[in-house]
Structure formats: structure tokens, C-alpha cells
């Protein structure tokens, strides 16, 4: 099947309108490459329509809050990192904003070594 | 300020801390292979930015397609596996340039390969640049000597020049870059000193070892930048190594000097796009190249320049080479490189095996803008040799009836091989000017038709010595590369007829 198509069925699967019975159906019909090509395209969408919010503990209803005023038509996703130590981290599609404590010692390290 | 206060406020200023948060447009490795990745995402990365995986790993942005990106690798790496997270830089590849870097040996993105440390901590410069517009430039008009006497005479160089030189496997090509090289260690004709870079590419490591070495041994890498993308480097390198040597000459023509860059050679630079080109699925075209094969090098090229004296003065001298196949000039990376270039020095496999070394076939070879950067008394000499030269030639089919012939011409055919053979000259020991000009003189002058063919090149060296011994007042009177007058001409007569009385 040819790109355009399978990159147009993945936005009607995200948008919800597709029937089930339909998309089942359409699924089903699809090679085992196609169906790669398919997740591969309905992951970019949806990532087009979610924000993922990485933080040590879950977030409080005012940050979600002030989150949703920033990113308007856009789910936030809220996902536990103890990696960050503390701090937030906002990926909204290929666009990362880093305010974790994780990133600003890694950037002080390489600052340093910059430096000496 | 104090000293001390100034000590504190740089101190301070290294150790400060950005601690704003840090904004990054990131993508996803899809697949590797062959030195080039694609990555979905990087939807602000531009054409030509560098890019950086998670572990440290440098890469160029070389197509933007809608749904992905192609990146060449900067590395040979196998540390990248799909899924892997790559991020813009917001940054154009390019290097630190500063006088450190001369007697260096550095790659494509100007990180040591000597095994020494290296800060150049000097001035960015971008690997792409624009060449300098027609109103900066002026024309050529100073000689870039290379010390050999048959290109000095035949095919001058001009600083500023673009010179190409050109011939099969094994016929002297690098030779000739290199004995200019070390020719530039001389002031001579109180010249400017040249600064030189010589840019190996796709070049066998043990090659590139072999030059490094004849110029340490001539103490030539104390003004010279050696820029080394090996066979083994992954093609970006290669590709990206001219573009980093003519940077770095960029920044010292910027500073008012003279820079001579050597491209050996370009015909593996175009090899090198070309693997590129054919891994990035852009359409090939002919021999299999990419449609910007031909900008890719004139866009190099055009960067020599020499500027004008109110911008700085300095300029950039350009000698790439390039490599024929059975000694077809009329091949697609050739025929496109003599077109952008000012001139070729041919070198032709015929001549190299029968012993003319340089092989260079005079009647091949031009300069186009060179002369008028020639001295006076070069023109002076080279006029006669380059007639010599011709009738020669001419007559050259004839020579083997041998006494069939009328006495001129047997004359014109002696004197003609007696030129050819003064012409010949052992690697790595470029000649000054009063010494080229004075064996130049000597040959087409006829004062050598009694000396054997066979015992030029011994009379040459013994004539050299003896002016060099008794003659030195017209030694320096011929190193001004002012016109020679009568007077000049007739001690020259006398020196080279003693010379011969003592041959003999």
C-alpha cells in the first residue's frame, strides 16, 4: 500500500472516525510491513496530540492546570521519571523542555569540562 | 583594570553556570546503514546543521524529506541502534582556526590526529562559505614559486591561482604538490612567506604518514596544516575535508597572508559524494555522480581567491589534483575540474617511465592566469625555451633519420633535447629563481650544444656550485627578478662558458 494511504488511515484511526468493524476489517487485510508502516504513523499522530509531562511525583491540579492553558487541544500525558531527581520535563512532539534538576548537572558537567 | 581583577573576572565567567532549562528539538533514529541514519522528527533542524546523538556522537543533516531526516555520521560508530534519541544543535559545522594549528596534523572537523593535545581557542569558522564577491578581489599578479623549473618557466602560478594538476597513478602528482610545499620554506625574490595546507583525501593512512614525513624532514610543517581524511574515515569526512582545509587558509588570507592550499585529490572527494549521494537515494547522473557534482567543486574552488589590497591583501593559491584513469582527461570529474581551474600541469606516464621527472608534457599544460604574475627575467628566459620547446616538438618525428637530416635541424633537434633534459629535476630540492633562470638560459640559449645529453644534469649541478661560490654578487642581482640587462646577460655568457671550459 502506498505511504499517503497509510499515513491517511492512521489520522482516521486517531480522530476516532473510523468503525471498528471497519478498521478490523481494513487491519486485518494489511501485510505484516504495512502494519509496521501503520504503528509507525499512528504513534507520530498521536504524539501530535499529547504532551508527556515527566516528573518525580505526580503532578498537582495547578500545574496540570497551567500545562493544559499552555498546550490548548492537546492531552497531557503524565509519566513518573525518579531518574529527573526533581523538576519537569515537557516533550511536545520533537520538542523537548528540560527544568530538571537531571539536565542541569549534566550541563553543568559539561560546562566544566568544557572549562578545564 | 588590575591584572588581578581581570584574572577574577574571567574566572568568574568560565565558572558561571547556564542554569536556564534547556529547549531541544529532538528525533528518533529509524533506521542506520552505511554511515547514514534516518530519523523521524527533527522538525526544526536545517540543511547542513550539525546534529548530536545521545552518546556524543556528531552528525550532518544532509537531506530534509517530509517525514524524515538523512544524517551523515561524523564517526565510524556502531554505538547507534534504532530508537535512539538525536538532537539539533542549531549549529553549522565548522572549526576553531588560530596559528596553532600550524605543524598539526587534523581531520575533517579539526580534531587533532597527532596524538598531542589541541586548543586552537581562536576564531570560528564555517566549513561552507560563501567565495569572496568580484569587487573584493584583484587579479594575479604575484609569482607563487614552486621551484620547479619546468612549471616556473612553462606554466607559472600566480598567488591566487587555481592550478590543477592532473595525470594517472604514480606520475609525480603529489611530488609537485609537495616540492612547492618546501620550496616555500625560501623566501625567495623576497616574497611574502606562504602559509601551506595540504588536504589529503581518501588517501591511504600510510600515504598520508609518508608526506607528513618528507615535510617534517624538510622542515616544512613548521608553516604547514595538514588536514587528513583517510580511506578508512567514513565518507562525510571525506567529503567535508577540503571545505575544513579551505577554511583554515581562510582565516590566515583573512590576517593579510598568503596561503597555499594542495586538494590530493579531488577525484576521491568526488568518490567520496558520490557514496553519499547513492546512500541519500538522490538521482545519479553521469558515471553514477550527483547533479551537483560540478558545484560541489567549483563552489571549493572559487573560495581561492586573491582579495584586494584594502580587504587585507592575503589570498589563497589552490593546487587540486586529480587522478585520470589510463590517462583519459576527458572523463566526467576531469573535464569538469580543468573548467573550473586556471590552468593544468599535465603529467603523463610516458615520460615518467622513460625518466623526464617531473613528467610534465609542456605542450599540455597551461597557465592561464600565471604569466602575468611571472617575473621579468623569467619571461625573459622563457620565452626562448618555450619556442625551443615548440620546434622541438616539430622536429621531435624526424630525429630518428638521424643524419638524413639538414644541419639546422639536427641543431634545433640537439639543443631541443638539451632543453628537455635541463628541464628534468630530482624530488624535493626546488631551485631559486637566479638558479632556474640561469640553467633555463643556459639551455636555450645554446651555450650547452657541446655538452652530451647524457652530462647535462652533472654540468647543471657543477655550473650551480661555481656560481654560487664566485658568482654571488649576480646571484643576487638575478634573485631581484628585475629585467636582465645587456651587461647581466654577458656575465651569465661568461659564467657558464668558464663553467663549461672546467666541465670539459
Not at chain 2, 562559505?129 to 568580484?134: D, E, L, P, Q, R
Not at chain 2, 558520490?274 to 574552488?301: K, T
Request: charged content about 25%; some cysteine; proline content about 3%.
Amino acid at each position: 500500500m502506498k505511504d499517503t494511504y497509510i499515513s491517511a488511515l492512521a489520522k482516521q484511526l486517531v480522530e476516532k472516525t473510523v468503525e471498528k468493524k471497519i478498521a478490523e476489517a481494513v487491519l486485518e487485510r494489511l501485510s505484516k510491513k504495512d502494519l509496521k508502516r501503520l504503528l509507525f504513523y499512528l504513534k507520530k499522530e498521536l504524539v501530535q496530540k499529547q504532551v508527556y509531562v515527566s516528573s518525580v511525583d505526580k503532578l498537582d491540579l495547578e500545574t496540570l492546570k497551567t500545562l493544559q492553558s499552555i498546550f490548548k487541544e492537546k492531552e497531557i500525558v503524565s509519566i513518573s521519571d525518579p531518574d529527573l531527581f526533581a523538576g519537569i520535563r515537557i516533550q511536545d512532539n520533537d520538542m523537548i523542555y528540560d527544568f530538571s534538576i537531571k539536565d542541569k548537572i549534566k550541563r553543568t558537567i559539561h560546562s566544566l569540562t568544557q572549562t578545564v | 583594570m588590575k591584572p588581578e581583577e581581570l584574572i577574577q573576572q574571567i574566572e568568574n565567567k568560565l565558572l558561571t553556570i547556564d542554569t536556564t532549562p534547556s529547549v531541544a528539538n529532538v528525533g528518533l533514529v529509524q533506521n542506520v546503514g552505511d554511515g547514514i541514519v534516518q530519523a523521524s522528527g527533527l522538525s526544526l533542524s536545517g540543511y547542513n546543521e550539525e546534529v548530536e546523538f545521545e552518546n556524543g556522537i556528531r552528525g550532518l543533516v544532509l537531506n530534509l524529506n517530509e517525514d524524515s531526516t538523512s544524517i551523515a555520521l561524523l564517526s565510524n560508530t556502531t554505538a547507534i541502534k534504532e530508537g535512539d534519541t538525536v538532537k539539533t544543535t542549531g549549529k553549522i559545522l565548522g572549526l576553531q582556526v588560530s596559528e596553532k594549528l600550524l605543524g598539526r596534523v587534523v581531520d575533517a572537523v579539526g580534531s587533532p590526529l597527532d596524538g598531542k593535545a589541541l586548543k586552537a581557542e581562536g576564531t570560528f569558522y564555517p566549513l561552507e562559505k560563501i567565495a569572496a564577491g568580484v569587487t573584493e578581489r584583484q587579479s594575479v599578479d604575484t609569482p607563487l614559486k614552486t621551484g620547479i623549473k619546468a612549471i616556473d618557466a612553462i606554466v607559472p602560478i600566480g598567488r591566487g591561482q587555481r592550478e590543477l594538476i592532473i595525470g594517472d597513478r604514480n606520475t609525480g602528482k603529489t611530488a609537485v604538490a609537495i616540492d612547492t610545499i618546501i620550496n616555500q620554506k625560501k623566501k625567495d625574490l623576497n616574497l611574502r612567506q606562504v602559509v601551506c595546507i595540504y588536504c589529503a583525501i581518501g588517501q591511504k593512512r600510510s600515504n598520508i604518514a609518508r608526506t607528513i614525513g618528507v615535510l617534517q624532514d624538510n622542515q616544512a610543517l613548521d608553516y604547514t596544516v595538514v588536514v587528513a581524511a583517510s580511506s578508512s574515515d567514513p565518507a562525510a569526512m571525506q567529503y567535508l575535508a577540503p571545505y575544513t582545509a579551505t577554511s583554515i587558509a581562510e582565516y590566515f588570507m583573512d590576517k593579510g597572508q598568503d596561503v597555499l592550499v594542495v586538494y590530493d585529490d579531488l577525484s576521491k572527494h568526488a568518490w567520496a559524494y558520490r557514496q553519499l549521494s547513492l546512500l541519500l537515494r538522490r538521482p545519479a547522473g553521469r558515471e553514477a555522480y550527483p547533479g551537483d557534482i560540478f558545484y560541489v567543486h567549483s563552489r571549493l574552488l572559487e573560495r581561492s581567491v586573491r582579495m584586494a589590497d584594502e580587504n587585507g591583501g592575503g589570498s589563497i593559491t589552490a593546487l587540486p589534483i586529480i587522478e585520470t584513469q589510463a590517462g583519459d582527461v576527458s572523463a566526467y570529474i576531469p573535464t569538469n575540474v580543468i573548467s573550473i581551474t586556471d590552468g593544468q600541469i599535465y603529467l603523463e606516464t610516458s615520460l615518467f617511465n622513460s625518466g623526464t621527472r617531473p613528467a610534465i608534457n609542456v605542450g599540455l599544460s597551461v597557465s592561464r592566469v600565471g604569466g602575468s604574475a611571472q617575473t621579468k627575467e623569467m619571461k625573459q628566459v622563457a620565452g626562448p625555451l618555450r619556442l625551443e620547446l615548440a620546434q622541438f616538438r616539430e622536429m621531435a618525428a624526424f630525429a630518428q633519420f638521424g643524419s638524413d637530416l639538414d644541419e639546422k635541424t639536427q641543431q634545433q633537434i640537439e639543443r631541443g633535447k638539451r632543453v628537455i633534459e635541463i628541464l628534468k629535476q630530482p624530488q624535493y630540492q626546488p631551485f631559486n629563481e637566479a638558479f632556474e633562470v640561469l640553467s633555463i638560459y643556459a639551455a636555450s640559449s645554446g651555450l650547452l650544444d657541446e655538452v652530451p645529453v647524457e652530462k647535462i644534469s652533472e654540468f647543471e649541478t657543477q655550473m650551480l656550485e661555481l656560481v654560487n661560490v664566485k658568482n654571488k654578487k649576480l646571484v643576487e642581482k638575478m634573485s631581484s627578478g628585475d629585467k636582465m640587462d645587456e651587461k647581466t646577460l654577458e656575465e651569465l655568457k661568461k659564467v657558464i662558458t668558464q663553467a663549461k671550459k672546467n666541465f670539459m
